[in-house]
Structure formats: structure tokens, C-alpha cells
């Protein structure tokens, strides 16, 4: 079964806190991916990458980082966290480079308050 | 680099009428696209993707056309039913970067 599971699916911290965000994927697949979706901005890619510890910068990635020690995990942390990272997060999973096809988790939607 | 504007932000259709969706993207050297949905409360799922040297391709009720002389790709759904209300993205890639650019979505709602 082809799945790439996110948890938790909600979650309310303090300004402040830090937050992990954990994702995994069944498939094997080479890279993964962290982006976060907000209204009107669409889909921002905070990190990437593309087998254990071989992560990239997407186009946002300030106030966070990643970690990937195993090819079907990847999390992302954000260390004390700020209000204006309320967000919805989403993970996404491919075979490898050049291949586009991305599989998603269902979202974390994150609330800092 | 690579830009995506899609289009419209929100459409609204009938049931049994067609839903058209459009993006323009601005490298023609792009050479992957793709059209993902979302459901309310859910991740991406891909819908269709298509090459560079594709400029037409039909899956069950859905057809993308691409027109690389006006950088245009776009989504056709005929005859649509409530079950397609979704948010529909495009996305392209330039290269095998695995990186994507993608459209900032288009809210579909079909009214029975």
C-alpha cells in the first residue's frame, strides 16, 4: 500500500516551543519533501531531499530545519516556534530525481499561538 | 526562473457542464507538468501529467492540452459531478531537479 502517513494531524503549541513534525512513506522513495500551504500563497517548498542526510533548501526555509537518518522518515522541526508558522504542513514523497510524481501525507495543520 | 499562473482562482459550474483550468508558465524549456487535486481536509493526489511532447492526453472525463507556443496547459473536466468540488493545482518542472513550480490553485465547486 502506497502511503505517506503525517503526524500528528493537528497540533497547538506555544510561541516559543519547539515542534516536530514527523512524516513516513512505504514506498522507498528517494526524495521527500516539506512544504507548507496558506491562502493566496499556495504551496511553499520549506526543504527537500534526496536520501538520508542529503536535504536542501527549498524556498523558504527559515525557522526551520529537517532531519532524515532513515530513507522513509523525514521530520521537521521548528525550534522555537512563531505565530507566523501557523500553517498547514504537508509532506510528499517520489521516487527520485526526475521522477515528478509526488505522493502526499494529509496534511499537519499547526497552530501557534 | 520558472513562473506558474493559473487560473481562475475560483470557478463555479454546473453539474454536467465542463470545468476548464488554465496555467501559463513562462521557461519553455519546462519539461514536466502535471495537474494535482485536493479534497477538503486531504494531501495532494495526481491527477494527470504529461511531457514536454505531449499536447494532448485524455484519462476518464479529464483532458490536458498543452500549447507550448503560448506556454498554456490547461485542465478540461467534461462533464463534471459535485465529486470533482476540490481545489485543482498545476505544476511544472524544468529539469530533474525533482523541484516543482506550482499554480496557487483553483477552487472548483460543481452544483448539483
Known amino acids: 500500500d502506497m502511503k505517506v502517513t503525517q503526524m500528528p494531524r493537528y497540533l497547538i503549541k506555544r510561541m516559543g516551543e519547539n515542534v516536530l513534525l514527523e512524516c513516513g512513506q512505504d514506498m522507498s522513495h528517494e526524495t521527500m519533501y516539506w512544504y507548507r500551504q496558506d491562502p493566496g500563497l499556495g504551496l511553499q517548498l520549506i526543504y527537500i531531499s534526496y536520501d538520508v542526510d542529503s536535504n536542501s533548501e527549498g524556498d523558504i526555509p527559515k525557522g526551520y530545519r529537517v532531519s532524515r537518518k532513515k530513507r522513509e522518515h523525514f521530520s521537521l522541526i521548528l525550534d522555537s516556534a512563531k505565530t507566523n508558522q501557523t500553517s498547514v504542513y504537508f509532506c510528499?514523497?517520489?521516487?527520485?530525481?526526475?521522477?515528478?510524481?509526488?505522493?502526499f501525507g494529509a496534511g499537519t495543520r499547526l497552530s501557534v499561538l | 526562473g520558472e513562473q506558474v499562473e493559473q487560473r481562475p482562482p475560483h470557478l463555479s459550474v454546473r453539474e454536467g457542464d465542463s470545468a476548464i483550468i488554465i496555467c501559463t508558465y513562462t521557461d519553455s524549456a519546462t519539461a514536466y507538468f502535471s495537474w494535482y487535486k485536493q479534497e477538503a481536509g486531504a494531501g495532494l493526489q495526481l491527477l494527470m501529467s504529461v511531457l514536454s511532447n505531449v499536447d494532448r492526453k485524455e484519462e476518464q472525463g479529464l483532458t490536458v492540452l498543452l500549447n507550448k507556443k503560448d506556454k498554456r496547459l490547461s485542465l478540461n473536466l467534461t462533464a463534471a459531478h459535485p465529486g470533482d468540488s476540490a481545489v485543482y493545482f498545476c505544476a511544472a518542472s524544468v529539469g530533474d531537479n525533482s523541484k516543482l513550480i506550482w499554480g496557487l490553485g483553483t477552487s472548483l465547486v460543481v452544483n448539483p
Open positions: 510528499a514523497s517520489s521516487l527520485g530525481p526526475g521522477q515528478n510524481t509526488l505522493y
